[in-house]
C-alpha cells in the first residue's frame, strides 16, 4: 500500500515538476479562460439586465471549457514524448499511475479556477469567493478530473485526439455542470449550502462513482 | 535441465485480423545474451513488448523465473530493465531528477549513491543538473540505459537501441551495455545492425513472418557464416 | 441454417406484433378523452413514443452490459452485442426525442421544452453519437473494442445522474407542465399501450438479433478477404 502511494506521489511530483518548469498547461488555459470571460462578458454587456445574472453560468462554462484543454495535455505529452511505457513498466497496479496524472489535473484546474475567480469578480462584479462556493467548486472540479484523466487517456491513443475529448467528455459530465451551476445561482441569491444538500450529494456521488470506475477500468485503457 | 529464466511458449499475438506472431516457442537461460532479429513487420518489437507486459499476447505464455506475465505482471516488471528506440525520459527534467522519478517508480530507496554511480558509469555525472532535452542523441540513449538499470534488473529488454544513433555513440553504447550489462545480467535485444548484435550475443533467433525461423548459438558461427543466413531470412538492403 | 431459420420466425412475429400494434393504437384505442380536445389526434403518439423511449433505454442497457462483458471476457461476441444495440439505441432514441418533440408541438405549443425525459433522451443520443465517433477514431480492432467498452460503460453510468439533476432543476422553476397529466392512460387505453410496449420490445430483440448476424457476416467476409490477400 505504500509503495502505491509512492508511485501516486511520484506521478503527481513528476508532472508538478514539469509544469513548474515549462508553464506549458496553466499558460494555456489561463490565456484561453481571460479570452473566455472577457468574450462572455461583451456577449451579454448589453443584453441582460444585470451582468451578475449570467455568472453561474460563466463560471462553470469557462472552467470546463478551459479544463479540456489541459486534461488533453495530460496523456498527449506522454504520448508524444515516448514516455507512457515508462510509467507503464512501473511494477505497481496501474491505477496508481491514473491516480497520480488525475491529482497533477486536479491541481492544473484548481490553480487555473484560483486565476479566474478573481477575474470574475472583477468583471461582473459578483462576490463570489465565498467558502460554499469554494467547495463546490473543488467537488465538482474532482469529478471533472476524475472523468477526464481517463477520457485523456482515451482519445490521446485515437486518430481524433484532441477534437474528440470533449465530445467524449462533456455528455457524461453535463449532470456535475447542472448541479454546480445550479448550487451556484443558489449561494449567490443568498441560500445556504444546507438548502443545497441534494445537489451537494449528487456531486459527491458522481465523484465517488466515477473515481471507482475509473479504477477499475484504467487497465483497460493502457494495455494492448 | 534447469528451468529457463524466460520461457515463451505458443506465443501468438494478433491485431485484430493481421496476426503478427503466429506461435512462437523459445526458452531462454539465465546470464544469455539473445538477440532477436528479422525484416520490419516480423513481430519482434511485438514480442518485445509482450515479454515487458506492456502487451497483452493474444494466446500462449511467458514466464519469467517460473512466473506467468498473466498472473501476475505486477511482480514480474520488478525484474525487468527496458531501453527502447524512444527513450522514456522526460526533456524537461534534468538527468537527475529523471533518475529519481524512476527511483520512486520502482520503489528502489532512494539512495543517491545508486544514482550517482550509474551516472558516472554513463559518463553523465557532469551534466546531471542539465535538462535532457539539451542532450545529444547518444547521451540520452546512455541516460536511457542508466534508467534501465536503476533497480539492477536481472532481465535487459532492448528494443533497437542503436536507432538514430551515429556509429560512434552506437559504438559507445554496446561497450557501455558489455561493461555495465554484466555477464549474470539476461539480454533480449532486438536490432537491424547485425554486426553490432554479434558483439553482444551468444545466440541468434530470426524471425520472419512471425515465425521463429533461425535459432543458433553464436560460438563457431562467425559474422561470415551469418551474413548469408541474414540476407536469406531478413532480406538484403539492411546494413 | 439452424439459425436464419428462427431468425425468420423473430422476423416474421416482431412484424405481425407492430402490424397488430398499429392497429390497436390508431383504431382500437379510444379517443383520449381526459386530455382536451384539439390534441386528442396527438395523444396517440404515446402508444410509439413511450415504447420508443423505452427501447433506447433498453439498447444503452444493453450495451453497458455487453460492455462489462467484453473486458471481462475480451470475448469478440460482446463487442459486436455492445455496438449492434448501440447502433439500434441511436434509432430509437432519435424516435424518441422526434415524436417528443411532435407531441409537445400541439399540447404545450412549443417544439421544444427543456423537459427532464426530453432532455436526457437528447443527451443520450448524444452519449450515442460520442460513443461512435471513438469507435470511428480507432483503427486497431481490440483497443477500438476496448476503448468503446469502457466509454460505454462511463456513459451508460451518467445517464440517471443527467436525468436527476435535470428534474431537480426544473422543479426549482415553477411548473409549467404537470408531467402526471401529460400522458395520462385513459380508460381502455392501457390494452393499446402495453402491446405497443411488448411489440416494440420484440422488435428492438429481432433487430439485434439481425444485426449480430450482420456483423458475424462481416467479419466472415473480412476474413475471406484477407485469406485470399494473403496468398
Known amino acids: ?224 | 535441465m534447469s528451468q529457463p529464466l524466460i520461457r515463451i511458449a505458443g506465443l501468438r499475438k494478433a491485431f485484430g485480423r493481421h496476426r503478427v506472431l503466429r506461435g512462437i516457442d523459445i526458452d531462454i537461460e539465465a546470464g544469455s545474451s539473445v538477440i532477436l532479429l528479422g525484416p520490419n513487420g516480423a513481430g519482434k518489437t511485438t514480442m518485445l513488448r509482450i515479454l515487458a507486459t506492456l502487451s497483452k499476447a493474444t494466446s500462449g505464455d511467458v514466464q519469467i523465473a517460473g512466473v506467468s506475465v498473466n498472473d501476475n505482471a505486477e511482480g514480474i516488471r520488478r525484474y525487468l530493465g527496458m531501453v527502447s528506440h524512444s527513450p522514456l525520459l522526460y526533456g524537461d527534467l534534468s538527468a537527475e531528477e529523471n533518475l529519481t522519478f524512476y527511483a520512486r517508480l520502482y520503489g528502489v530507496s532512494e539512495n543517491d549513491g545508486r544514482r550517482d554511480d550509474l551516472l558516472q558509469r554513463v559518463g553523465l555525472h557532469h551534466r546531471r543538473k542539465d535538462l535532457v532535452r539539451t542532450y545529444s542523441r547518444g547521451m540520452v540513449q546512455r541516460l536511457a540505459i542508466a534508467r534501465a538499470l536503476l533497480h539492477n534488473p536481472p532481465i535487459l529488454l532492448l528494443d533497437e537501441p542503436d536507432t538514430g544513433l551515429d556509429p560512434q555513440a552506437a559504438e559507445m553504447m554496446t561497450d557501455l551495455l558489455r561493461e555495465i550489462g554484466g555477464s549474470e545480467r539476461t539480454i533480449v535485444m532486438t536490432t537491424h545492425h547485425l554486426e553490432r548484435g554479434l558483439e553482444l550475443a551468444d545466440r541468434v533467433l530470426i524471425l520472419s513472418g512471425g515465425r521463429l525461423v533461425f535459432d543458433e548459438r553464436i560460438s563457431g558461427l562467425s559474422y561470415g557464416d551469418l551474413r548469408p543466413l541474414y540476407d536469406q531470412y531478413v532480406g538484403t538492403g539492411t546494413p | ?231
Open chain 1, 1 to 224: 500500500m505504500k509503495r502505491y502511494f509512492q508511485v501516486v506521489w511520484a506521478v503527481l511530483w513528476k508532472d508538478l515538476r514539469i509544469e513548474l518548469r515549462t508553464k506549458d498547461v496553466f499558460t494555456s488555459m489561463a490565456v484561453f479562460a481571460a479570452l473566455a470571460l472577457l468574450i462572455f462578458n461583451f456577449a451579454f454587456e448589453l443584453r441582460i439586465p444585470d451582468k451578475s445574472m449570467v455568472v453561474p453560468g460563466v463560471l462553470w462554462v469557462t472552467i470546463a471549457f478551459a479544463g479540456v484543454l489541459g486534461l488533453g495535455r495530460a496523456f498527449i505529452s506522454e504520448k508524444d514524448r515516448g514516455s507512457l511505457a515508462g510509467l507503464l513498466l512501473a511494477p505497481v497496479d496501474r491505477s496508481a499511475i491514473y491516480f497520480g496524472k488525475m491529482l497533477a489535473s486536479l491541481i492544473f484546474i484548481l490553480v487555473v479556477e484560483a486565476f479566474i475567480l478573481p477575474l470574475i469578480v472583477v468583471f461582473f462584479n459578483v462576490p463570489l469567493i465565498t467558502a460554499p462556493l469554494l467547495l463546490i467548486l473543488l467537488l465538482g472540479t474532482i469529478g471533472f478530473a476524475a472523468v477526464g484523466t481517463i477520457f485523456s487517456a482515451l482519445a490521446v491513443n485515437t486518430r481524433a485526439r484532441e477534437v474528440l475529448l470533449p465530445v467524449l467528455l462533456f455528455p457524461v459530465l453535463l449532470p456535475l455542470l447542472i448541479a454546480g451551476i445550479r448550487t451556484t445561482i443558489g449561494l449567490l441569491e443568498g441560500q445556504s449550502l444546507a438548502e443545497h444538500a441534494n445537489w451537494l450529494q449528487l456531486i459527491v456521488f458522481f465523484d465517488i462513482l466515477f473515481l471507482v470506475v475509473a479504477f477499475l477500468t484504467f487497465d483497460y485503457v493502457v494495455e494492448e
Open chain 3, 1 to 231: 441454417m439452424k439459425s436464419s431459420r428462427s431468425l425468420l420466425v423473430l422476423n416474421t412475429v416482431a412484424a405481425v406484433a407492430i402490424l397488430i400494434a398499429v392497429y390497436l393504437a390508431l383504431v382500437q384505442a379510444p379517443e383520449a378523452t381526459n386530455v382536451v380536445e384539439e390534441i386528442r389526434p396527438a395523444q396517440r403518439i404515446i402508444y410509439f413514443h413511450v415504447p420508443s423511449a423505452w427501447i433506447s433505454m433498453v439498447a444503452f442497457f444493453v450495451t453497458f452490459i455487453a460492455s462489462i462483458l467484453y473486458l471481462r471476457t475480451n470475448n469478440v461476441r460482446w463487442d459486436i452485442w455492445a455496438y449492434s444495440a448501440a447502433e439500434i439505441g441511436i434509432g430509437f432514441t432519435i424516435a424518441a426525442t422526434v415524436s417528443g418533440s411532435i407531441w409537445a408541438k400541439p399540447a404545450w405549443n412549443t417544439w421544444w421544452t427543456w423537459d427532464p425525459r426530453l432532455t436526457t433522451y437528447t443527451i443520450v443520443l448524444l452519449l450515442f453519437i460520442a460513443y461512435f465517433m471513438l469507435r470511428g477514431a480507432i483503427d486497431e480492432p481490440g483497443r477500438r473494442a476496448r476503448f468503446a467498452a469502457v466509454y460505454g460503460i462511463f456513459a451508460f453510468l451518467s445517464v440517471p445522474l443527467t436525468f436527476m439533476s435535470i428534474r431537480w432543476w426544473n422543479t426549482i422553476h415553477p411548473v409549467i407542465i404537470d408531467p402526471s397529466a401529460e400522458f395520462g392512460l385513459g380508460p381502455g387505453m392501457s390494452t393499446a399501450f402495453f402491446f405497443s410496449l411488448f411489440a416494440f420490445t420484440i422488435l428492438f430483440v429481432d433487430l439485434l438479433a439481425n444485426r449480430i448476424m450482420v456483423a458475424w457476416d462481416e467479419e466472415r467476409v473480412a476474413a475471406l478477404r484477407e485469406a485470399l490477400t494473403a496468398n
